[in-house]
């Protein structure tokens, strides 16, 4: 296994002292390990795309969700094959390490690249390509507009109180979904898509998604449900959070969505808005380092 990467380290990071020691200690320890800091919008991609052109195949995201799915998207848009992402995580929710088990403790999240990486799934959406979770819906207006100060001070607990004082504003979205052996239309509240398990700080929209099982699980809320309790359900961290019973559920390896008005579909941070979306999983499409025994593993 060739010992050479790129960590694209987010901007607001540059000063962690813990993931310089980790950089440096790699580096005695034979890696050739190369570092990047994003200074503003795009960086992420070019800068992969520029490590690829200089030969790269294993790229670090340092940073959250967010920083994950521009360097997937990067990754998968090269149309190279046998490239490897690992994830150094340092956002607010670090929804995909959460749920895969890879360590918060920079050092110990670098140690598992001596590890050999996992082949997973990649979801595409129209032209765009996600790792983790694609959310819409009311669920998607409130992470979306949930205040960084606000995240850093109570971490995923600022969804659940952005979401319950905009409740009144709540209005249910209209959709068509259709897939192998699946249709369901109507009005809806949130709408989770996963190739892995949580998004938004926890919310563990698809509790039971594999990230190597040429699936996505969807996950959707229909509008007559509780309202009161579906918001508290939808923002709730941890466990299932009482979620159980109130979502229609399915597994598919391809989905269409149809909405009568354009509709904001949030990738990983990265918001698409049509009226029509073509969901595709891509099986074991790109390597993804991860602990021996992650949950997110078939």
């Given at each position: 296994m060739e010992r050479k990467a790129l960590l694209i380290l987010h901007g607001k990071q540059a000063a962690n002292q813990a993931v310089r020691k980790a950089v440096m200690q790699k580096r005695k320890d034979g890696w050739d390990l190369a570092v990047r800091v994003t200074w503003e919008g795009g960086d992420a991609e070019r800068y992969t795309q520029e490590a690829l052109e200089r030969g790269y195949r294993t790229i670090i995201a340092g940073g959250g969700d967010g920083s994950v799915r521009d360097i997937t998207q990067a990754l998968m848009a090269s149309g190279k094959e046998d490239l490897t992402l690992a994830v150094i995580p340092l956002g607010t929710a670090n929804d995909l390490a959460s749920a895969a088990g890879i360590p918060e403790d920079p050092a110990e999240?670098?140690?598992?690249?001596?590890?050999?990486?996992t082949a997973v799934d990649v979801i595409q959406v129209n032209d765009s390509y996600f790792l983790n979770m694609a959310t819409g819906g009311f669920g998607t207006e409130v992470t979306t507009q949930t205040s960084e100060d606000?995240?850093?001070?109570?971490?995923?607990?600022?969804?659940?109180?952005?979401?319950?004082?905009?409740?009144?504003?709540?209005?249910?979205?209209?959709?068509?979904?259709?897939?192998?052996?699946?249709?369901?239309q109507g009005e809806f509240l949130a709408l989770g898509i996963g190739n892995s398990r949580q998004a938004g700080g926890g919310q563990r929209l698809c509790p039971e998604a594999l990230i190597d099982d040429g699936l996505m699980d969807v996950a959707i809320l229909p509008s007559e449900v509780d309202l009161l309790a579906s918001v508290r359900g939808l923002f709730r961290?941890?466990?299932n959070g009482g979620k159980e019973g109130l979502f229609e559920r399915a597994r598919l390896d391809?989905?269409?969505?149809?909405?009568?008005?354009?509709?904001?579909?949030?990738?990983?941070?990265?918001?698409?808005?049509?009226?029509?979306?073509?969901l595709k999983v891509l099986p074991r499409a790109l390597q993804l380092v991860l602990p021996k025994d992650s949950d997110l593993l078939s």
């Open positions: 999240a670098l140690a598992l690249l001596d590890r050999p990486p606000l995240k850093e001070l109570l971490g995923g607990a600022a969804y659940l109180l952005t979401g319950l004082t905009r409740f009144a504003e709540v209005r249910p979205a209209e959709g068509e979904f259709e897939g192998p052996d699946f249709h369901w961290s941890g466990d391809r989905l269409t969505i149809r909405t009568p008005e354009p509709m904001h579909l949030n990738l990983d941070g990265e918001p698409l808005e049509d009226t029509e979306f073509e």
